[in-house]
């Protein structure tokens, strides 16, 4: 199980290796009636060795295969519960599942049964295509996912005692899914920890719990028993966690939890199900309500009207059916998902890539943005940062001393290691050193918590270099250099020194103190006893540096009227020290711990105020998203780890990267090609322009169905015959719609995506009751002009009415669309893609055609006179002059959005 010491752990995707799969039944049922992991965990790092392995029913040598056998069947596999992806044809069924379909399903099956094909074809195909739309782009993005979780097997080592006593115990590889509690395994540098291990013996051990914490450098561990149990439990010092891995170093552990009941297997078995219905499912569901009412009661309203009026109630339900369909927006699903695709498409070339469709609103809709620290405003690397003497200056020969016990230690190169030798590269440092040779070295351990080279320049004397924490330098030290003379190390410097120290620790640096000892010649082995009397010469601190984009990005994010919560494991100084750098202003700086006695709305108040949020659980995260919700914010979350996945699943868009783990990109609906906020900026921005493209449409359709009903209702009551025929109904219902098509192409105005839309069902309510009725002012215009001027005034003349007002109705919902598409003056300020524009002509000439065409006197339609288009371009002009002063007092009263 070993992996190169150099690797990322995240980019490894290290979970891919865990054998990720839905837990087996017996353990959820086990898991959920034992203890709680966190109780357990604590228990035994309170907890002596020996009384941890007789607890675990285990001894040092290991477990028997017969008693591993039985513990499988008591709890299960070694595997973690993950989100399991339908079947292709589940997947299908749920993509008809929308409060439009289901009422379009229901016109259908009732057009078929009242026969009539032309409604039930229409109505089926709009609803296979958006189906099929949206099926394939899902399936697609859901199937990606799966292939990056493609299970491969991992195997651990692990102590086992043969089934004849008198045999000797063994050391076995095993698959890791087989791992128990109480196995006894080793663990060394490269290892992965495959599950929650307390540790029973350990060598040197650095663990990296990047993955878990966020957090770059990696931690100590002991198998010493604590006297007090941290707050924050990935803290505990003898337990290594499920997920994290082995820097350097070795240990034995004896291992407690397994499967679901791990540290890790709770967090992805809290991700498991349904993602909670996001700011635009909650939209696009109270307007699809809204409007089925709407139909519904105006529907029944023209039933009865001509029912009544006109005495033939088989009519009067086709008429009222055809109506029905005419007021279905059944555009809607196919423009939306349309839309959200073309928007997915757009997105990639962004680097953006879209799992979930209906996050591409989400994104757009967002207005504050959490995100982690490491890797979005830093660079995710430890770099040298200052060399300094004891004052706190720039000093050349600390460097050079830093880089020769650097260069001439061959233990394993830690991070800090390798930043100085980059540096110093940097610096062509080496190029000055090469008269130096290497004699001995004092190897790291975790008692000195120092480590020393010998050197020597020249065949002249020895050097010792040695380097460690402040604290353990000042021990072996008694002299100082200072300006190039040595001084006696007196207490009063020493305290400058340490408050100098301390001063770049909470700038948030890592501070490593270096000193020297020159010897005399001869002697050729070295030990941790040569390392005394030495001479403190200054120190190094390291960081991890912002990201040269992350000032520009967080700009443009605030330009874009996003705000910036940085959420983090991490302290709170290297927090403060990366906020000034890259310039996001702190409001409030929150500790994890300060959250916990804090509920409903003191929380959500704090919460709101501050942004940025350090030392933080991944329970913490997940509530400061709940907080943040119901305060009525689009909350987007950008994680990578382990510990974001329940924060990735809780926010209105989950975000994150392609090196992330896997559990964190399956918990995402949005993943980056790279980490960086520019890159999301963009997506934004596309975001807004599919939200506006959707709006444009609900808008023009709401307001022109309005205004068709207000019509439909005055016709029915006053004329003597139906205004327009079922079957002309629909043909102009089919040529709307077929106008909407290249709505999804058209393009968005520049100012209408500065800032963040969200769905506001109330000002669509609005926009339809104030736009409705135009169209009817003018839709009565023309019964006017029919009626009293080329004496459309009886049944007889009926279908020269019923020409009329189709070509009227039919132009006049064309035109809405250019004019509703903008706040600007359309044609003049702001014009619609070319496409949108050739299939308005197309759609407006054809309509005017089919009066005048063979078809005409199948559908109760005849030609009309030529100087009716001389009226009927006065009612136009009208209409569209009227709708832009409406629009624009509208606008400036309630908005645009």
Known sequence: MKLSQHFNLQALGFLRRFAIAPYHKKAQQLSSKGPRTSNILNEMALTEIDSVLQQLATQQEGLRESDVQARIKQYGLNEIAREKRRPW????????????????????????????????????????????????????????????????????????????????????????????????????????????????????????????????????????????????????????????????????????LTGERTYFGALAKSIVGEKEETSFDKGITALSWLLIRFIVVMISIIFLINGITKGNWLEAFMFALSVAVGLTPEMLPMI???????????????????????????????????????????????????????HG??????????????????????????????????????????????IDEVPFDFVRRRMSVVVEKNKVSHLLICKGALEEIFKVCTLVEDSGKIYPLEDKLRENIRQIAQELNEDG?????????????????????????????????????PKETASSAIAALEQQGIKVKILT????????????????????????????SLSGAALDAMVDKANVFTRLTPRHKEILIESLKRKGHVVGFLGDGINDTAALKSADVGISVESAVDIAKESADIILLEKSLLVLSKGVLEGR???????????????????????????????????????????????????????????????????????????????????????????YVTFGVLWFIFGANSVAGKSLFQSGWFVEGLLSQTLIIHMIRTA???????????PLIILTVCI?????????????????????????????????????????????????KFGYN
């Not at 757009?364 to 959490?370: E, F, P």
């Not at 030990?527 to 005394?532: G, I, L, M, V, W």
């Not at 030609?863 to 007092?889: D, E, N, S």
Request: with cysteine; aromatic share 10%; proline share 5%.
């Open 569 to 596: 494991g991490d302290n709170e100084a290297v927090t403060r020290k990366v906020c000034r750098d890259v310039g996001l202003k702190m409001t409030q700086v929150v500790q994890g711990d300060e959250m916990d």
């Open 824 to 834: 600007k003056i359309p044609f003049v300020e702001s014009w619609a893609a070319p």
């Open 89 to 256: 044809y589940i997947q299908l069924l749920f993509c008809f599942k929308t409060p439009f379909n289901l009422l379009l399903i229901t016109i259908a099956a009732v057009s078929y049964y009242t026969h009539n094909p032309s409604s039930t074809i229409i109505i089926s195909v709009m609803i296979l295509v958006s189906v099929f739309l949206r099926f394939t782009q899902e399936f697609r993005s859901s199937k990606a996912a799966e292939e990056l979780q493609a299970l491969v097997s991992t195997m651990v080592t692990v102590f086992r005692l043969p089934e004849v006593p008198e045999e000797r115990p063994t050391q076995m590889e095993i698959p890791i899914k087989n791992l128990v509690p109480g196995d006894i395994l080793h663990l060394s540098s490269g290892d992965m920890v495959p599950g929650d291990v307390r540790l029973i013996s350990a060598r040197d051990l650095l663990v990296s719990e990047a993955s878990l914490t966020g957090e770059a450098m990696p931690v100590e561990k002991d198998s010493a028993p604590i006297r007090v149990v941290p707050k924050n439990q990935l803290a505990l010092p003898n337990t290594c966690f499920m997920g994290t891995s082995i820097i350097s170093g070795t240990a034995t552990g004896v291992v407690v």
């Open 336 to 390: 939306v998902t349309t839309n959200l695709a073309k928007g997915a498409l757009a997105m990639s070339k962004h680097k953006v890539i879209v799992k979930r469709l209906d996050a591409i609103q989400n994104l757009g809709a967002m207005d504050i943005l959490c995100t982690d620290k490491t890797g979005t405003l830093t660079q995710n690397k430890v770099i040298l940062d200052k060399h300094l003497n004891i």
């Open 689 to 779: 322009q599919v939200f506006g493209t959707i709006i444009k449409y609900i808008r023009m359709t709401t307001s022109s169905n309005f205004g068709n009903v207000f019509s439909m209702v005055g016709a029915s009551a006053l004329l003597p015959f139906l205004p327009m025929q079922p079957v002309q109904i629909l043909i102009q219902n089919l040529l709307y719609d077929f106008s909407q098509i290249a709505i999804p192409i058209d393009t968005v105005d520049e100012d209408y995506v500065d800032q963040p839309r969200q769905w506001q069902i109330g000002n669509i309510s609005r926009f339809m009751l104030f736009f409705g009725p135009i169209s009817s002012i003018f839709d």
């Open 509 to 545: 640096f890592r501070v490593i103190a270096l000193a020297y000892k020159e010897l005399s010649l001869g002697q050729t082995h070295y030990s941790a006893e040569d390392e005394k009397d030495l001479t403190l010469l200054g120190y190094i601190s390291f960081l991890d540096p």
């Open 393 to 438: 200056e720039e000093e050349q020969k600390v460097l050079a001393f830093a880089y020769l016990n650097s260069f001439y230690q061959t233990g394993l190169k830690n991070l800090l290691d390798d930043a100085v030798l980059k540096h110093a590269a940097m610096d062509k440092i080496a190029d000055k050193l090469g008269e130096y040779s290497k």
């Open 844 to 892: 407006m000439a054809i309509g005017v055609y089919i009066p005048f065409s063979p078809i005409a006197p199948f559908i109760g339609l005849r030609p009309l006179p030529l100087h009716y288009f001389l009226w009927l371009a006065a009612i136009l002009m009208g209409y569209c002059v009227l709708t832009q002063v409406v629009k624009r007092w509208f606008i400036r």
